[in-house]
């Protein structure tokens, strides 16, 4: 056996807690693929127990502790029957993240209908202002028509931008 395998062994072997890849490659500053052929090394070498599932892997020094008086409290055993809940925790933890994602756009998505609602409120009280001044001044019939050929075109566009942000929500 390697130092590095011993070293990691050592390391598993003291440990208080499931240790994962991530773990061992900060602790020994090594790469993940170094890591892995250390980790496959001492389980091949029957030296460790890799519990868990694909996406969660946690390494255990095999029988630490262990004595043929005390084998229930053994560390191994110990820390063996603690993957279902570690695996739960981390893939809980997971879940948390991507729902704190997920409501960060919610949130910026809700600011954005807010945003073309108030231009539409906008739109629709600067044109009302406008049509009145421009009947209780007497503007030309041409200049009222431009104005609201504006007002109509200005309407279709926040329409489109409210059926634009309906289709980026769903």
């Given at each position: 056996m390697e130092e590095k395998e011993k070293r990691i062994l050592k390391y598993l072997e003291e440990a208080e807690e499931l240790k994962n890849l991530e773990d061992i490659v900060i602790e020994f500053n090594l790469s993940e693929s170094e890591a892995?052929?250390?980790?496959?090394?001492l389980k091949a070498d029957d030296?460790?127990?890799?519990?868990?599932n694909e996406k969660y892997k946690y390494y255990i020094a095999k029988n630490v502790g262990i004595?043929?008086?005390?084998f229930e409290n053994g560390k191994?055993?110990?820390?063996?029957?603690?993957?279902?809940?570690?695996?739960?925790l981390d893939t809980t933890r997971?879940?948390?993240?991507?729902?704190?994602?997920?409501?960060k756009n919610?949130?910026?998505?809700?600011?954005?209908?807010?945003?073309?609602?108030?231009?539409?409120?906008?739109?629709?009280?600067?044109?009302?202002?406008?049509?009145?001044?421009?009947?209780?001044?007497?503007w030309k019939v041409e200049s009222v028509a431009?104005?609201?050929?504006?007002?109509?075109?200005?309407?279709?566009?926040?329409?489109?931008?409210?059926?634009?942000?309906?289709?980026?929500?769903?």
């Amino acid at each position: 056996m390697e130092e590095k395998e011993k070293r990691i062994l050592k390391y598993l072997e003291e440990a208080e807690e499931l240790k994962n890849l991530e773990d061992i490659v900060i602790e020994f500053n090594l790469s993940e693929s170094e890591a892995k052929k250390s980790l496959n090394k001492l389980k091949a070498d029957d030296k460790i127990l890799i519990e868990g599932n694909e996406k969660y892997k946690y390494y255990i020094a095999k029988n630490v502790g262990i004595t043929a008086d005390n084998f229930e409290n053994g560390k191994t055993y110990i820390l063996k029957n603690l993957v279902p809940t570690r695996l739960e925790l981390d893939t809980t933890r997971d879940e948390m993240e991507s729902l704190k994602k997920e409501l960060k756009n919610i949130y910026a998505n809700f600011i954005a209908v807010i945003s073309v609602f108030i231009a539409i409120f906008s739109i629709i009280s600067t044109s009302s202002n406008v049509l009145f001044q421009s009947a209780k001044e007497g503007w030309k019939v041409e200049s009222v028509a431009s104005f609201a050929l504006v007002l109509l075109a200005t309407i279709v566009a926040v329409l489109v931008m409210l059926w634009g942000v309906k289709r980026f929500l769903k």
